[in-house]
């Protein structure tokens, strides 16, 4: 009885959790504008449904509008923002935001992070190492991101790779692997392990449960 349980537990527990992110995403994305596409719905609507007693229906068709306006806006927005009419309007904007005091320091954080995270031309994690943490005797999971600042650098180029260059390292804590502690460490103190960037987070939230085979 155990083992079934536990089998249906595996089948159903990642389904679940798949469920309540997508939920929990749709909910962020749409929510501010629920009322709205609500009221534009039922008004054009009127002569045709009475969503008064279909409110769950008006729910569910309000936010599939949303999320489809959503998708074409940003799909506009990046289209527009590659054409030099369009762009000099982004950076009017983006100087303008720059000037406003508080707010320019929380603007440009953000945009730099996502700048980074959403580049095309490198990878967020280039691999996964074995690290020495939190002290020599024991080592933890990290994942490199690249090599450390030049000013950190103490006796060479930070663009040339040697046995002492400082390396950003990501050391996720387990088993939520959304925060955790950024290291700077010498390339000879890194160990690299045949992980992909994937198998390496499954590992991080099974808390060690899951691990990859060789080959995978």
Known sequence: MKKNLLSGLALLLPLAVTVFIFVFLVDLLTTPFLENVKDIIK???????????HSTSLILLSRFIILILLFFGVFLLGFLGKRIFFHFFVKMFHSWMMKIPLINKIYKGARDIIMALLSEDKKIFSRVVAVPFPNE????????????????HSDQEADVTTERTLKSVFVATSPHPLSGFLLLTEERYLT????????????????????PKDGD
């Open 43 to 53: 008004f054009f609507s009127v002569n045709y449904v009475d969503f008064d007693l």
């Open 137 to 152: 005797h024991s080592k933890a999971l990290g994942l490199v991101t690249g090599n450390a600042p030049f000013k950190l």
């Open 192 to 211: 690299r392990i045949d992980f992909s960037v994937e198998d390496a987070f499954k590992y991080l939230i099974s808390c060690g449960v899951f691990v």
